[in-house]
């Protein structure tokens, strides 16, 4: 139990500690480029992982070896 309160109390320190407005400031070289639309962010981010999640899975079973028990 204590090392969860240090852990929680860390992290709680690290996030009140960071500062989000350096996050405005731009660097030199940041180039962002064009920003994406709410279907490619959902095929990106959702469909993309769950698609290749399908993919491993199917290849593992298709290609498992192992005896199969009756």
């Known amino acids: 139990m204590r090392a969860g309160a240090v852990a929680a ?3 709680l ?10 996050a405005l400031t731009r ?5 962002p480029g064009p920003g ?3 279907m490619e ?3 990106l ?3 993309a992982p769950i698609v290749l999640f399908l993919a491993i899975a ?3 079973m298709v290609l498992d070896k192992s ?4």
């Open 36 to 38: 994406l639309n709410m």
């Open 67 to 70: 005896k199969k028990q009756a």
């Open 41 to 43: 962010t959902l095929g």
């Open 13 to 22: 320190m690290m996030l009140l500690m960071s500062s989000p407005a350096l």
């Open 27 to 31: 660097d030199d070289g940041d180039d």
């Open 45 to 47: 981010f959702v469909v």
């Open 9 to 11: 109390g860390t992290t």
């Open 58 to 60: 199917a290849l593992v």
